[in-house]
């Protein structure tokens, strides 16, 4: 496995892998996207529909070689995030999510995030180091999730995606404008035919 930061894993993939990194990127709504900007509404009716995003995001996730995704960062604006922290590890998916605790101690790491250009934009920000969080299952059942570390991280970087909140939204001004700076097109250089 990679080296994990924030919602990224950086690592040597082959060719094939590769491309379908860069397709399943591609479907990943991109900064300045406005939808990555909106509140997503709560999931009122746990219809196919959901458990059919609820693959979707799953799959490009993977694809993507991301640790976690959430509805709106696929242009879906409903309280939807999956998340999985290792290869080896279930993929965990949660529906209308709530902290309902959080720690006092409170740690600074560097993430990226698929909608900020996947690995070239990592920044650091700091979020409690554990938290609990309630939601239900894509069947409907109730789920508490307790987490500390990368997954307590993970989770707190989707619920981020539910409100519109990036990561340059919570690092430091500098470390924003460097990140904005990195993420502006680049003009093309050569000759206009
Ligand atoms: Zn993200």
Redesign the pocket.
């Known amino acids: 496995m990679g080296e994990v930061e924030g919602?990224v894993r950086s690592e040597q993939l082959d060719a094939e892998r590769e491309a379908r990194r860069r397709a399943a990127l591609a479907q990943v709504r991109q900064y300045p996207d406005p939808v990555l900007r909106m509140r997503a509404n709560e999931v009122e009716d746990l219809d196919e529909s959901v458990s059919g995003l609820v693959e979707r995001m799953t799959r490009l996730m993977q694809e993507a070689r991301g640790v976690?995704l959430?509805a709106p960062?696929v242009g879906v604006l409903r309280r939807i995030l999956v998340y999985q922290t290792e290869d080896e590890a279930p993929v965990v998916a949660l529906v209308n999510p709530r902290v309902t605790e959080s720690s006092d101690e409170r740690e600074s790491v560097d993430e990226g995030?698929?909608?900020?250009g996947a690995a070239s934009v990592v920044v650091p920000v700091e979020r409690p180091v554990s938290l609990t969080v309630e939601a239900t299952s894509p069947d409907g059942e109730p789920v508490t999730v307790t987490a500390e570390g990368l997954e307590a991280r993970v989770i707190q970087?989707?619920l981020d995606?539910l409100d519109g909140v990036?990561?340059i939204d919570r690092t430091g001004p500098e470390e924003r404008r460097e990140a904005l700076a990195r993420l502006r097109p680049q003009p093309i250089l050569g000759p206009l035919a």
């Open positions: 919602q976690g959430a960062q995030c698929l909608s900020l970087h989707e995606h990036l990561i």
